[in-house]
């Protein structure tokens, strides 16, 4: 990670809107929050990598003792190394990178020591800057045959993108060529000469976060944007995707944009699937590098954090890893009421500024993200299935995990830094134990984690700008319950129908249990059929919608299973119609492209005026300006209609063109459904 990423991530992604946070109120005036936890809607499992974070070989404390027991306690289960940007010009046999500092103690069995003593999995980053395929393939053979550590994951450079290609250079890259192209095929070699090695690893290719710089530009020496060519050519080769994520802006902005997250996961599993070719669910995904903007030590980082951490585990994300453990003191600030050191570190370095006037706590002294990752140790486990979870107001955040033992933890972060807000909370298929639940809190300014038995389990108060989480019993802990339904697809998926599919569970009472099949309609469920089978055709669904569907066994005596995992599809345009719309994004600078669109009129008959109609998927997407057609958006509904010179379109093939510049400030779903005059169009 270099500074100047961040920056420039943040500039090319100004938000359109950001949360604004009301005049200071009491808890006891203000109105309880609705929070929904649905058990119902099964989601993502929680991964045995799931918590990560970046150690760095110009931190002196890697190895020692006091770090990895920290890094254990907050149950980290994944180390990433050499550190950032220093992985493209470390070379790991001699223990240097020329250009940077290397600290003491720091080398690679070192690492490997400490990783061993947090039990952590490591991810090591083959330096692809400086470095060549038989260097990696050495440093696999030392790992895993000469040493035995078993090392498996293995990324193939760093935020290479950042060479030069796209204008800003903070990446080493000695390659002559910088393309995407180049990366690509280059990879494709590193992961046959590192697999020749040791087949059993796993070998990542480095992405971009969608609606972060720079996704969506194109080089002039690649097909496509960076996403788009890397995965085109070293797909097949490749297990999983890296991915870095800095949302830059204010506090609020930072906070705010967690709710990215659906989409940029919608996006980037789109795109492996497009163009990783066979088998695209294969490759996995993780997020190595993250953090704020404003309040990196405070709470700020803490609720970021645990808000996305929990975010994109929900969505099947293997391992998200905070950058980093130790980094040094940067800008002091003072963030809702704390000084913030600038520090990128979740542990303190323990250093002064450059004329002494603000010394850091005593080195390894935790700061707030240290406290969030220990939060979110307290709430998901490896094993933990997360459930649907959400509230009706912005500025509060809720999260969800079910045990394997049938115990409900629910995570509640208060985003407001000034006010309290009481919560009630509903529950959908479960019913929690009476009295009151334990109860985990970290609040604004505080050294650890605090535990108590307080409230209920549907009422509770969340002090400002909080963590909280609840773990709560059943009511009922040894009900037995029949197996959950395995994994469903979505096959033969038109514009108003879709067939799910799944692998009957095993009988429950010696007869075939009944399938529930639910949609997901934020947290609430809503169940859309039912059947004894292993397939379901759910019909009158809307073109051009994403669903999220799971399932549920009932047996015989009317037990109910846990959820499946869930499945997401969208459905398309109609086959045939008598109009047809192209929409193309024809020229992206990261927050804004050339929109156009071609109409074709299919039908019998001319056409004498148009309209045009669709919907944006998001709410920060919006025409700025137009041509050969008057735009309006009223928020996200966007009609287009002719002028005087394009207004008549011939019967059978008559077409015509309009074109728009589009704004984003968060990940660009085109929309894909499209009316003309009223009548929903084919989408070409």
């Given at each position: 990670?270099?500074?100047?990423?961040?920056?420039?991530?943040?500039?090319?992604?100004?938000?359109?809107?950001?949360?604004?946070?009301?005049?200071?109120?009491?808890?006891?005036?203000?109105d309880?929050?609705?929070?929904?936890?649905?058990?119902?809607?099964?989601?993502?499992?929680?991964?045995?990598?799931?918590?990560?974070?970046?150690?760095?070989?110009?931190?002196?404390?890697?190895?020692t003792?006091?770090?990895?027991?920290?890094?254990?306690?907050?149950?980290?289960?994944?180390?990433?190394?050499?550190?950032?940007?220093?992985?493209?010009?470390?070379?790991?046999?001699?223990?240097t990178?020329?250009?940077?500092y290397?600290?003491?103690?720091?080398?690679?069995?070192?690492?490997?020591?400490?990783?061993?003593?947090?039990?952590?999995?490591?991810?090591?980053?083959?330096?692809?800057?400086?470095?060549?395929?038989?260097?990696?393939?050495?440093w696999?053979?030392?790992?895993?045959?000469?040493?035995?550590?078993g090392?498996?994951?293995?990324?193939?450079?760093?935020e290479?993108?950042?060479?030069?290609?796209?204008?800003?250079?903070?990446?080493?890259?000695?390659?002559?060529?910088?393309?995407?192209?180049?990366?690509?095929?280059?990879?494709?070699?590193?992961?046959?000469?590192?697999?020749?090695?040791?087949?059993?690893?796993?070998?990542?290719?480095?992405l971009?976060?969608?609606?972060?710089?720079?996704?969506?530009?194109?080089?002039?020496?690649?097909?496509?944007?960076?996403?788009?060519?890397?995965?085109?050519?070293?797909?097949?080769?490749?297990?999983?995707?890296?991915?870095?994520?800095?949302?830059?802006?204010?506090?609020a902005?930072?906070?705010?944009?967690?709710?990215?997250?659906?989409?940029?996961?919608?996006?980037?599993?789109?795109?492996?699937?497009?163009?990783?070719?066979?088998?695209?669910?294969?490759?996995?995904?993780?997020?190595?590098?993250?953090?704020v903007?404003?309040?990196?030590?405070?709470?700020?980082?803490?609720?970021?954090?645990?808000?996305?951490?929990?975010?994109?585990?929900e969505?099947?994300?293997?391992?998200?890893?905070?950058?980093?453990?130790?980094?040094?003191?940067?800008?002091?600030?003072t963030?809702?009421?704390?000084?913030?050191?600038?520090?990128?570190?979740?542990?303190?370095?323990?250093?002064?500024?450059?004329?002494?006037?603000?010394?850091?706590?005593?080195?390894?002294?935790?700061?707030?993200?240290?406290?969030?990752?220990?939060?979110?140790?307290?709430?998901?486990?490896?094993?933990?299935?997360?459930i649907?979870?959400?509230?009706?107001?912005?500025?509060?955040?809720?999260?969800?995990?079910?045990?394997?033992?049938?115990?409900?933890?629910?995570?509640?972060?208060?985003?407001?830094?000034?006010?309290?807000?009481?919560?009630?909370?509903?529950?959908?298929?479960?019913?929690?134990?009476?009295?009151?639940?334990?109860?985990?809190?970290y609040a604004?300014?505080?050294?650890?984690?605090?535990?108590?038995s307080?409230?209920?389990a549907?009422?509770?108060?969340?002090?400002?700008?909080?963590?909280?989480?609840?773990?709560?019993?059943?009511?009922?802990?040894?009900?037995?319950?029949?197996?959950?339904?395995?994994?469903?697809?979505?096959?033969?998926?038109?514009?108003?129908?879709?067939?799910?599919?799944?692998?009957?569970?095993?009988?429950?009472?010696?007869?075939?249990?009944?399938?529930e099949?639910?949609?997901?309609?934020?947290?609430?469920?809503?169940?859309v059929?039912?059947?004894?089978?292993?397939?379901?055709?759910?019909?009158?669904?809307?073109?051009?919608?994403?669903?999220?569907?799971?399932?549920?066994?009932?047996?015989?005596?009317?037990?109910v299973?846990?959820?499946?995992?869930p499945?997401?599809?969208?459905t398309?345009?109609?086959?045939?119609?008598?109009?047809?719309?192209?929409?193309?994004?024809?020229?992206?600078?990261?927050?804004?492209?050339?929109?156009?669109?071609?109409?074709?009129?299919?039908?019998?008959?001319?056409?004498?005026?148009?309209?045009?109609?669709?919907?944006?998927?998001?709410?920060?997407?919006?025409?700025?300006?137009?041509?050969?057609?008057?735009?309006?958006?009223?928020?996200?509904?966007?009609?287009?209609?002719?002028?005087?010179?394009?207004?008549?379109?011939?019967?059978?093939?008559?077409?015509?063109?309009?074109?728009?510049?589009?704004?984003?400030?968060?990940?660009?779903?085109?929309?894909?459904?499209?009316?003309?005059?009223?009548?929903?169009?084919?989408?070409?």
């Amino acid at each position: 990670m270099k500074r100047i990423a961040t920056a420039l991530a943040a500039a090319l992604s100004l938000p359109l809107g950001c949360l604004s946070v009301a005049n200071p109120v009491s808890a006891a005036d203000a109105d309880p929050v609705t929070v929904t936890v649905n058990a119902r809607a099964g989601l993502a499992t929680v991964p045995g990598t799931a918590l990560g974070v970046n150690h760095a070989i110009w931190d002196s404390n890697l190895g020692t003792t006091g770090t990895s027991d920290l890094l254990r306690a907050a149950g980290v289960r994944m180390l990433r190394y050499p550190g950032g940007s220093y992985a493209d010009i470390y070379h790991w046999e001699t223990h240097t990178a020329p250009g940077g500092y290397v600290a003491p103690d720091t080398d690679f069995d070192t690492f490997m020591a400490a990783a061993q003593r947090v039990g952590a999995e490591p991810m090591i980053i083959a330096n692809y800057g400086t470095g060549t395929p038989a260097e990696a393939a050495g440093w696999v053979r030392y790992a895993n045959v000469t040493k035995g550590y078993g090392a498996k994951y293995w990324t193939i450079g760093n935020e290479n993108y950042g060479n030069g290609l796209y204008g800003s250079a903070w990446e080493a890259d000695d390659h002559a060529d910088k393309s995407a192209t180049g990366y690509a095929n280059l990879v494709v070699e590193y992961a046959d000469a590192m697999k020749a090695v040791d087949p059993g690893i796993k070998v990542g290719a480095v992405l971009t976060m969608p609606a972060n710089w720079p996704d969506g530009l194109k080089a002039d020496a690649d097909p496509g944007p960076w996403n788009q060519t890397v995965l085109s050519i070293a797909g097949p080769k490749i297990d999983f995707v890296d991915v870095h994520w800095y949302p830059g802006g204010g506090a609020a902005e930072s906070l705010a944009r967690t709710s990215h997250i659906d989409d940029a996961m919608w996006l980037l599993r789109q795109q492996i699937t497009r163009y990783a070719g066979a088998n695209p669910e294969r490759i996995g995904i993780s997020f190595t590098e993250m953090n704020v903007g404003t309040g990196q030590n405070t709470q700020p980082g803490a609720l970021f954090l645990a808000d996305a951490y929990s975010g994109l585990l929900e969505r099947g994300v293997f391992t998200v890893q905070w950058w980093n453990v130790h980094n040094g003191i940067g800008t002091v600030s003072t963030v809702a009421g704390q000084t913030d050191y600038g520090d990128f570190g979740m542990l303190s370095s323990g250093g002064c500024t450059a004329d002494g006037s603000v010394c850091e706590p005593p080195l390894n002294t935790p700061f707030a993200p240290y406290h969030g990752l220990s939060m979110m140790n307290t709430f998901a486990k490896a094993g933990d299935q997360f459930i649907r979870a959400g509230t009706d107001q912005p500025l509060v955040a809720a999260h969800a995990v079910r045990r394997g033992n049938g115990d409900v933890a629910v995570l509640l972060l208060n985003k407001d830094p000034d006010n309290a807000y009481p919560v009630s909370i509903d529950y959908a298929g479960f019913t929690p134990a009476a009295g009151a639940p334990t109860v985990h809190t970290y609040a604004n300014g505080a050294t650890s984690i605090a535990q108590s038995s307080t409230g209920d389990a549907t009422s509770q108060v969340l002090p400002p700008y909080s963590l909280t989480t609840l773990v709560l019993h059943p009511a009922d802990p040894g009900a037995a319950r029949p197996a959950a339904p395995g994994q469903p697809r979505a096959v033969g998926v038109t514009d108003r129908t879709a067939t799910i599919e799944w692998p009957l569970p095993p009988p429950s009472g010696g007869t075939a249990p009944k399938i529930e099949v639910y949609r997901q309609n934020g947290a609430v469920s809503e169940q859309v059929g039912e059947t004894t089978g292993t397939s379901f055709t759910v019909h009158n669904l809307n073109p051009g919608t994403r669903y999220t569907v799971n399932l549920l066994a009932r047996d015989a005596a009317g037990r109910v299973s846990w959820s499946s995992p869930p499945v997401t599809f969208t459905t398309g345009s109609p086959a045939e119609s008598t109009c047809t719309v192209r929409f193309a994004d024809t020229n992206d600078w990261g927050n804004g492209y050339i929109g156009a669109i071609d109409i074709v009129n299919n039908g019998t008959k001319p056409i004498d005026g148009w309209t045009l109609t669709f919907d944006w998927p998001t709410g920060w997407q919006r025409v700025s300006s137009g041509w050969s057609g008057t735009f309006e958006q009223v928020g996200t509904a966007v009609k287009v209609t002719s002028t005087v010179d394009n207004g008549r379109l011939a019967a059978n093939g008559g077409s015509t063109s309009a074109g728009f510049v589009g704004e984003y400030s968060g990940p660009n779903v085109l929309p894909t459904v499209f009316r003309l005059n009223g009548t929903v169009c084919t989408t070409g």
